[in-house]
Structures are given as C-alpha cells and as structure tokens.
C-alpha cells in the first residue's frame, strides 16, 4: 500500500457528514420547505422553473454536490453568481430535511434495464463476504460506508467503479492512518478522529485505539482504498451492480 507521509501539525480534516434527517417525517418536512422556498425557481414539482432558471432536481445527478453532505452545503451556501441563494439563516436540520427530500424525487434506476440480477447480486454480495466492512440495513460491518442506501447516490456505472477500482476515488473519511508507537509496534486502521494532540484510530477488527500524538515516533497516512479489489467476472459484476442499485433504503 502506497503511504503518504504527513507532518504532525496538519489538525483534523473535516470528515463527510451522513444525514441525520432521513425519516418518513423528515421527507414530509422538507416536502413542505420546498414548496413554500424554493418551487419559485425550481418548479412545483422539481423537475425546474419555466419561468425562472432553477434546473431539474429530479434527475437524480447534481451538478454542484454527489453527495448529501455536498448537496447539504449547496443549500446552506447557495450558488454564487447564480441567482440559487443559500438558506443561511435556517437550521441545520431544516437543511437536512430538504436534502432527504430531494433525494425522494430522484427517478428511480430502471433496474429491469440493468444486465445483472440483484437477487443473483445479493448472494455474491454474501459469498464475497462484502458484509465483514459494509452495513445494509442495520446488518454488517463499520469498515465501509453504509451501502443501506447507495442505490440512491451511486449510478451503476459509479457502482461498477467502486466494485473494480476502489482507490479511484476515496473520501478522507476512508483514508487510513499507520501509526509506530515509541516501542516500534505499529498499528493501521481508519482515522476516526483527530485533534492537535490525539489521534484514534479503528482498526481492522473495529476496535477503536487512541493515541497521543507526542508518544508516537510516527504517523503514515494512506489514501488508498481498503478495500479489496475482488476479480468478478462480468456477470458477478453486472449482479452485484443490480444488487447495489436496487439498495434505495426504506422510508423509516
Ligand atoms: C431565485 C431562484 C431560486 C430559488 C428560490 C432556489 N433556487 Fe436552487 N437553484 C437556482 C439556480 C439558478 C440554480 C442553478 C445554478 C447554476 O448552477 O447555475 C440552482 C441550483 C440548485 C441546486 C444545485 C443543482 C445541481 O445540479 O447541482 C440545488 C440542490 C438547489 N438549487 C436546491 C434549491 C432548494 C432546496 C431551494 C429552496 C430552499 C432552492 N434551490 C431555491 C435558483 C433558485
Ligand atoms: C476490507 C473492507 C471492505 C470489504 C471486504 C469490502 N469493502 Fe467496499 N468499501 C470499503 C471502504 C473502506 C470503502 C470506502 C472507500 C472507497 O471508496 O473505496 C468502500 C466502498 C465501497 C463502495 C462505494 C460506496 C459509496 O458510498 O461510495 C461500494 C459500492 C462497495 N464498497 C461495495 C463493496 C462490495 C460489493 C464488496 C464485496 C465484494 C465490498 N465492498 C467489500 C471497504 C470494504
């Protein structure tokens, strides 16, 4: 594994937020923002203003923001240059409730047009143990993203990429962290969580280790997946994509 060495003095990188907002309530909160903030623009239905320039929001692809917590920071801050204006002075949570509520309209992938099965894709996803890192729906592991809902974030081309090249793109809250304590013994996991003088780290059995930076004789960080690159054959691949793309969550 490819690691980058880092000084110290570098504080914590903010790490990507998940939406705390996702209830069935939630999606009717944010319904009710949307109609009374933002239809003027982006149409009462979403799908874009005719009058005005607001873009469709329904198509499930976003310029501005692939992920919530980016999606999240196009609603507080707005668009500059753009007549999109942030929601500066509204609560966070009302923020989260309008991203959960976009996340609603989006058309759902046509999974009958896909060329893999999700059932034959979900005992894959058994067999490789794709469990042992990833949680979906409550079951599994916490070395991975919670997949519960990635259907609704990830295209299946997106889903293939993340199956065949999982260090093409890796949010820091993935990076991994290599530390050698004073004695020599050396421990690698995620970083969990980091400020000027300490650093916790998961590691591979989920334990959660913590370190004060000045004990240590040194600190690698990677930024390459952990995720191992499995050899799928096609149809292992197109099953697992379907399986992956069918994971759209439960409204609850
Ligand atoms: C005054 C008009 C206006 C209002 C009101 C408005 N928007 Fe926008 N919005 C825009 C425009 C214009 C853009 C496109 C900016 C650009 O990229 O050029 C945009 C872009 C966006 C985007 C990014 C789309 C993308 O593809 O990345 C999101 C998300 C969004 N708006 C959500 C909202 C929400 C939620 C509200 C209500 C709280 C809202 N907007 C209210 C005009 C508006
Ligand atoms: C050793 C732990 C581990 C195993 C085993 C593992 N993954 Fe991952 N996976 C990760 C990590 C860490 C990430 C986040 C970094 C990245 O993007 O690669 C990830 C990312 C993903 C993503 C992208 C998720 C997103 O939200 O962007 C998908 C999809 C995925 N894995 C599917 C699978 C499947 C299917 C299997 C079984 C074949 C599997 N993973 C096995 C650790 C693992």
């Excluded at 299946?156 to 065949?164: G, I, Q, S, V, Y």
């Excluded at 999982?166 to 969990?192: C, F, H, K, Q, Y």
């Amino acid at each position: 594994m490819l690691l980058l060495l880092v000084a110290f003095a570098t504080g914590a990188a903010a790490e990507e937020p998940e939406n705390p907002f996702t209830s069935a309530i939630d999606v009717r909160m944010g319904q009710r923002q949307f109609q009374s903030k933002c239809t003027s623009c982006h149409g009462l239905d979403a799908t874009g203003g005719e009058e005005a320039d607001g873009p469709d929001l329904t198509t499930g692809r976003f310029q501005h923001a692939s992920t919530d917590a980016g999606l999240h920071d196009v609603i507080r801050d707005g668009i500059e240059g753009t007549s999109m204006r942030g929601l500066r002075r509204a609560g966070d949570q009302e923020i989260w409730q309008l991203v959960t509520y976009l996340r609603t309209l989006s058309d759902a992938v046509d999974l009958a047009a896909l060329p893999g099965s999700p059932e034959a894709g979900r005992a894959v996803f058994e067999r490789l143990d794709c469990e042992r890192c990833h949680m979906v729906e409550g079951r599994g592991g916490r070395l991975g993203p919670d997949l519960s809902r990635v259907g609704g974030r990830r295209d299946p081309e997106e889903l293939a990429r993340d199956l065949t090249e999982p260090s093409a793109e890796v949010a820091p809250r993935w990076w991994t962290v290599r530390v050698t304590r004073a004695d020599g013994t050396v421990i690698e996991g995620l970083r969990m969580g980091e400020d000027t003088f300490n650093l916790r780290i998961m590691d591979g059995e989920e334990g959660l280790r913590s370190f004060t930076k000045a004990s240590l004789r040194s600190v690698e960080r990677g930024r390459k997946s952990t995720m191992p690159a499995e050899p799928l054959a096609d149809a292992e691949r197109d099953d697992l994509v379907a399986y992956l793309a069918s994971l759209r969550g439960s409204d609850s």
